[in-house]
């Protein structure tokens, strides 16, 4: 993997684009080649992938994944380093600059349409941190093709975006996640990797499709119900899903017909559990879908 960037061509490149990183952004750049060969190595990809990174910044990672994938799409909101990649790209590693596509836009609203193709195999990135997880859910949801994904976060996010019933850092992305694929922790970063230097360690996850644990209930439906159970955590279910259901009565019978404790709390319960509990209620039109 040769052209990489580290720390002093970091620094001159966003001095001569006149890039000042902002927070708002997450815009945290990796200054050291041997994360990104790790990041890359982790991702396990092959030529025939075609690899989607959110966030390309000034071209860290970009510059590993086109050693790697056949195809590398990225999503850059930021129009300055959008623009600037390309260049980036021709400089540092002229024979990849034909299987790049850079697409100025915002990652949490992109369709597949908008992507074209070739369509995206795998997701590889360094998340903005403050969107992370809308983004990979949307991705999921946007995205057939996506098979496989290696995202760097917030370490504290990545246990939670991991984690199994019963663990305290269970909840909503944890939930969310585990409809579309299994994941699993890849290691920890440390924050001097990065340029501005962050004020917490980041974690690697891994992720992997599965189909969704039931086909004969829409996705939607399945992720009201975590979002009211999660909603009030400590509550029991049979209270937690009162405003879901129509009264709590009817959350309790609810329950019982999903073969779910009514005494539980969401923090205990399966993605299957959770599929189970939308399938004993019919649609309502009163009810978030
Ligand atoms: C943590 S930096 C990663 C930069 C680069 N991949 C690296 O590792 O050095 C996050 C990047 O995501 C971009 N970004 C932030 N929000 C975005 C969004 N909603 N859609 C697309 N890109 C976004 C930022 O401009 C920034 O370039």
């Known amino acids: 993997m040769t052209g990489l960037l580290g720390p002093a061509e970091i620094r001159e490149l966003a001095a001569r684009l006149g890039v000042a990183p902002t927070k708002k952004l997450g815009q945290n750049f990796v200054h050291d080649p041997n994360t990104v060969r790790r990041i890359v190595a982790a991702a396990e990809l092959t030529p025939a992938d ?4 959110v966030g390309p910044g000034l071209g860290s990672l970009t510059l ?3 050693a790697a994938a056949g195809h590398v799409h990225v999503v850059e909101i930021d129009p300055t380093l959008a623009a600037a990649l390309p260049a980036t790209v021709a400089d540092r590693s ?11 836009a915002d990652a949490l609203r992109i369709t597949g349409a908008e992507l074209g193709q ?5 997701l590889v990135a360094n998340l903005p941190y403050n969107v992370a997880v809308p983004v990979v859910l949307h991705l999921l949801a ?5 098979r496989t994904g290696l995202v760097m976060v917030q370490k504290e996010v990545a ?15 944890s939930v969310k996640l585990a409809w579309y694929a299994n994941a699993r922790g890849a290691g920890k970063v440390p924050p001097n990797v990065f340029w501005p230097v962050p004020n917490v360690d980041s974690g690697l996850v891994a992720f992997t499709r599965h189909e969704p644990p039931r086909a004969d209930v829409p996705r939607k439906r399945v992720f009201a119900v975590v979002d009211a159970a999660f909603a009030q955590r400590r509550k029991t279910l049979r ?25 539980a709390r969401g923090e205990s319960l399966t993605v299957e559990q959770f599929a189970a509990i939308a399938a004993s209620a019919p649609p309502a039109p009163d009810r978030a879908e």
């Not at 070739?118 to 795998?122: D, V």
């Not at 246990?159 to 992305?173: N, Q």
């Open 94 to 104: 002229p024979e990849a600059a034909g299987r790049l596509t850079v697409h100025h």
């Open 50 to 53: 075609v690899a989607l990174e």
């Open 239 to 263: 209270a937690a899903l009162a405003g879901w259901a129509g009264g709590a009565a009817r959350a309790e019978t609810l329950l019982r017909a999903a073969g779910v404790d009514p005494g």
């Open 142 to 146: 946007e995205l057939p093709s996506l």
């Open 159 to 173: 246990d939670r975006l991991v984690a199994g019933p019963g663990s305290k850092t269970y909840g909503i992305p």
């Open 64 to 66: 590993g994944l086109l």
């Open 118 to 122: 070739p369509a995206p195999t795998a």
